[in-house]
């Protein structure tokens, strides 16, 4: 898998964390910047951690999928990146946002924005890839996007949050294709 790719993946996977970011970012009023942070630091590490728990338990397998591990990758990003599309089409406002801006609740957040990212994990244990790079570039990633969407939605910018998703759904399905075909020529 080549840099390019894994950088798109991350922003893709980084998507949710960003839509949610913003939706948190119009919520905060005190202590912005030290509560924008603390998001973008529980998304990011969630966000890295999961693909490194699922690339963990795609290797267990790894061996007995091999002539079909392309078509699995494929499924679970296509998958993935059409469920965030659906999501954030058939989503209200209230379904992404916290009543209250807490540790459990930044927590909680952490870990529903990454659930893809597990199963993304899962698909680069069918793949070549330096899974240390991949859960950095996603990690990081995921930070920067946080802090950025976190920022933008405390300044009004809550109309990006389902258009991001969309986009990173899209570019999941996307790398999928690309993975499909390459197996396939």
Known sequence: MTITQLLLIALGVSADAFAVSIVQGTT???HVMRRILLLSLVFGAFQAVMPLLGWALGSSVAGLVESIDH???FALLAGIGTKMIVDSVTAGPSDTTAAVFTVRSVLTLGIATSIDALAVGI???L???NILIAVGLIGVTTFLASLLGGWLGH???RKLGTPATIIGGL???GIGVSILVEHLA
């Open 28 to 30: 905060i009023r005190q």
């Open 71 to 73: 078509w699995i990758a």
């Open 123 to 125: 698909g680069f244990a």
């Open 127 to 129: 793949v070549p890839i």
């Open 155 to 157: 300044h009004g910018g």
């Open 171 to 173: 570019v999941l399905i």
